[in-house]
Every structure is written in C-alpha cells, then in structure tokens.
C-alpha cells in the first residue's frame, strides 16, 4: 500500500511538512523568547508571541519514552520513541528508534536524527547511538 | 457545590443493558439510559428541562437533538454537548442545575463496539461507524506515519522507568475490578473471575500492559437526572448531593507527543475537590477511580493518595490476597462496580452511579456499610473529570 504523507496540512504544519520533503527536520521556535515548539502551534505558549520562525534542531536526542508497535504480519515489531531532543526539556519528536532490540529499548539511550522514505517523503527516524 | 448558594444533587440514575453485542442501535442505548434515569428519578417527563451528551468522542454517540427528539422532551430550555470524558456530561448538568440554567437536567452517554474496535465488530453490518477523525489536538497526521502510538502506553513505560512499577502492581488494580465485577449482576464480567496468575500470565500487547488492562468494549450507555438538593426532597430517592465537581488540565496535553503530564493534572482537580468541599480523603468510605487503562488508574490512584512514585508500595501494603482486592488506608475499597475493566466500558460513568448506588445504600453485597463520601475521578489528560458525591 503507498500512502502519501502527510493525510492533512494546515498553517501551522506546513513548514514541518515542506521540510521533510527535502528531509529536513524543520520545527516552529518563537523568535521573541527562542522557545522551541512541537506540535507546531500559532502561538508561542510561553509568551504568547505570534512572532513563529522554523529551524532546524541538532538532532540530537535522548530516549524519553517508547512503545513497541506492530509493524506487519510475521514482522518484528517496531520501536516507536519518544525522542527529548538536547534543545529544551520536553520537546519530543515522536519517530521509529532503530538499531535498537525492542526486547531490550533503554529509556535515557542517546539518540540521532536521521530520515527513512516512506510513502513518497522523508520520515523522521532516530538511531541509537550519537553522531560519529 | 456552591454556586448560588444552592446544593445540586443525583437524584435518578439510569443504565441500558451492558453486554458485547446488546441488540441496540447507539443511539438506542442512550434512550433506554435516558428513560431508566428519567423513571428512577421520579421526575414526571415534561419536567425535565436539561439535557447533556457528549460527542466529539473518539467512538462516536448520539447528540442531545437526538435524544430530544426520540423522547419527546418538549420543555428542553438548558442544552449541552460537551467533549469527553463521560463524567464531562455530569459535571455540565451539575453546574446547569447550580446556575439555574435550567431545574431538571439529565446526562447521559453512551458507548458502541464500533467497527474500529476489533476485528469481529468489523464482520458486524450494524455496526459500520460515521467516519471522521477525531483530532482535537490537531496532531495526528504527525504520528500517523509510526501508526498513531498511544501516548498513553508511553506514560506507563516512562513511570515504570521513573519508579520502578511492575506488572504486579497494574495486576492488583485489574484483578480487583474483575472480583467486585463478579458482584456485580450488569456486569459484563459477572460469571468470568481472573486471578493474578491468569493476569501476569496474560501476552503483553503493548509492555508491559496486556488486553485484561484495558477497559471492556461494550454496548452500554448510562445518564442520570440532576437537579437542587432542595427540590431532591420531594422526590423518592436518597439523594447523592455534589459536595464538589472539577475538570482540571493542565500541563502537556497531547496524547501522542506529551502523555507524561496527566498525573500534574490529577493533582490540581483532587486538590480543587478537597478545598472546595472541605473533606480529605480520609473522609472517603469508597473511591471509584477511573480505569479505562489500569495504567491511568495507578496515577489517579497516586494523586487522590498523594503518593506520587510510591504506588508499588502503596497497592502492596492495600492488597488483600485472600479476597483479591484493595482497600486503602486499611478500610476504602476502590471501584465496586468493577470500574470500566470489570463492568465495562461507558468511560467512567459507570463510576458515577455506583457512587450514587452507595450512598443510597443499594449496592447490594457490595455495600460499604453507612457509606456517606465517594470520590469519583474520570479521564486523563486532556480530558479529566472528577467528583465528590455524599449522601444527602
């Protein structure tokens, strides 16, 4: 089955959309308080600014959480991570983890950004292990 | 609960029948709920003013206009549809009846194995769902492509990673709901007992939780009548005044990128119930906890206990092996109906008319003896509800 990502767009999610058809991770930040932003939003939550710019975070993360997803039949199973990326508590990318068993995922593991195809755009994928 | 200065109290409850196939349109579950609510009350039908639902559900129902309509209600002057979850559709007619918005309001909600639930209500001609996302957060295309995750499950691995909680202590929650579900003749786990090894011996669907943590999809809808304590005594039943109502959120509120704050939220609603009510949880002879996961359950547990991160230790010192049930502070038993895992689920709303069950003192062998306080909580994150009901 191709799908095509992604299923809806609106203002506020366009930019992340664009970016991941040149494969780029591309987040709202607030350019008045540089409050990063995920899900992207209108408005900065912290000080209300309307002021929404787009960058790239380093891509560096750490596992915060995951769950261990079905993928197809007779397949292994998938290690779906919430990833904290280094730039501010909390800000997750949610996105398959690979290169780790999901018999044995490790909460706190670093993690790295890098992009599979899927569906005709450039999904976020995170590997275990920081960047050589 | 003080709005005008007036007490708002349950005075009718109502339920269809609750069971995996029951035989019902959705929409016809509501109106045997709504009816069964509307004659327990003893509220002669052109009195009822009010009414509250929920849609915007993630399993879709049936709005008041529906409801109205099929019931002949002619004198409607107070409506709402209201998000979930169902103690949501309580708390509005609470506040309604508190204003004066309207005298009379009853609340209801149901719940349908739609074909997204499983496998066989798929092969179910009747049970085809109205299709439309349900995606109030605005979210979930971006998780789309990892299949929708459940945040959720994720809250529950990064508290076992945090705190170290176990299968065992998820296990004492179900295995309760499942024994006093046993008690219970409505429910849809009357004839059918599971012990802690039937429990830990059951596949990890998403680790560490199992299908026996998650809610039973049913058929089954439940509504109650609201109206002022003042008025509750001219009519026949005990009333369950409301000595409080909250609908906190707050923290991340997303169910798929932050899940993790539901606890924080837990916090300030039971707070909120505590002060507005005057009572403590040692004034409580029954809590009814919200469990549509076992998981949510720990955390709801963990703030109306104000045991954060001691959950392990604190379901093992209330766990009584013999009997395969809790009780808290050695004497407050948790969920007598069996909460959504024993009884079913109507997202919580069962919780609601146990409470007023106990306090009206007809809960049967379940009876908490002189029962007068009960917590209900209902929801998690973004969606959260809670109560304090006492016999009046």
């Known amino acids: 089955m191709t799908v095509t990502w992604p299923t809806r767009m609106d203002h506020d999610t366009v930019a992340y959309w664009e970016g991941l058809r040149e494969a780029k991770l591309i987040l709202c930040r607030c350019r008045e308080c540089e ?24 891509g560096q993360a750490t596992l915060f959480s995951y769950l261990i997803q079905p993928t197809a039949p007779k397949q292994p199973p998938e290690v779906v991570g919430w990833a904290e990326l280094v730039e501010q508590k909390e800000l997750f990318v949610v996105a398959p983890v690979e290169g780790m068993s999901f018999d044995n995922v490790e909460i706190g593991a670093k993690l790295t950004l890098g992009f599979r195809e899927q569906g005709g755009i450039s999904l976020p994928v995170f590997s275990a292990g920081e960047e050589k | 609960m003080t709005g005008r200065g007036e007490k708002v109290a349950i005075v009718g409850i109502g339920s269809s029948t609750l069971s995996r196939d029951g035989g ?15 004659i327990d009350s003893g509220v002669p039908r052109d009195k009822i003013d009010g009414v509250s639902g929920i849609y915007s559900t993630d399993l879709p129902t049936v709005w008041p206009g529906y409801v109205v309509e099929s019931l002949g209600l002619k004198n409607i002057v107070w409506s709402n549809c209201s998000s979930p979850p169902s103690a949501n559709t309580v708390t509005e007619g609470i506040l309604a009846v508190a204003a004066g918005a309207c005298d009379y309001a009853v609340c209801y909600h149901a719940k349908f194995r739609w074909d997204m639930v499983s496998g066989a209500a798929r092969k179910d001609p009747l049970r085809r769902a109205p299709r439309g996302a349900f995606d109030p957060a605005m979210t979930m295309p971006l998780v789309e492509p990892v299949g929708v995750p459940n945040g959720m499950f994720a809250a529950m691995q990064r508290h076992a990673h945090e705190y170290g909680t176990t299968r065992e202590d998820l296990g004492k929650i179900v295995v309760n709901n499942r024994n006093w579900a046993l008690e219970n003749p409505d429910a849809v786990f009357h004839d059918a007992p599971l012990s802690m090894e039937d429990y830990l011996a059951a596949p990890q669907i998403a680790p560490p939780l199992s299908a026996l943590d998650m809610d039973m999809p049913i058929d089954g809808a439940m509504a109650v009548v609201i109206t002022t304590a003042e008025r509750a005594a001219d009519l026949p039943n005990r009333p369950a005044v409301v000595e409080a109502s909250s609908n906190a959120i707050t923290g991340g509120t997303d169910f798929f990128f932050r899940a993790f704050d539901s606890y924080a939220s837990y916090r300030v609603l039971v707070e909120r119930l505590w002060n507005k009510s005057g009572l403590t949880i040692e004034d409580m002879d029954v809590v009814n906890i919200y469990d549509g996961f076992s998981s949510l359950a720990l955390e709801w547990i963990e703030a109306a206990f104000d045991v954060r991160g001691e959950a392990s230790g604190f379901l093992e010192d209330s766990w009584n092996a013999e009997t395969g049930k809790l009780s808290f502070l050695g004497r407050i038993p948790m969920s007598t109906h069996g909460g959504n895992i024993g009884e079913g689920r109507v997202q919580g709303f069962g919780h609601v008319l146990e409470a007023v ?26 969606v959260n509800a809670g109560m304090i009901l006492s016999a009046g």
């Not at chain 1, 995920?38 to 960058?55: M, N, Y």
């Open chain 1, 35 to 58: 409050t990063w932003i995920h899900p992207p939003r209108a408005c900065c939550p912290a000080c209300w600014s309307d002021d929404i710019g787009h960058e790239s975070p380093s």
């Open chain 2, 24 to 38: 019902r349109s959705v929409g016809g579950l509501a109106l045997d709920a709504v009816r069964n609510a509307i």
């Open chain 2, 357 to 382: 069950r106990q306090l009206r003192g007809t809960a049967g062998t379940r009876q908490v003896e002189s029962a007068k306080n009960v917590l209900v909580v209902n929801g998690n994150n973004p």
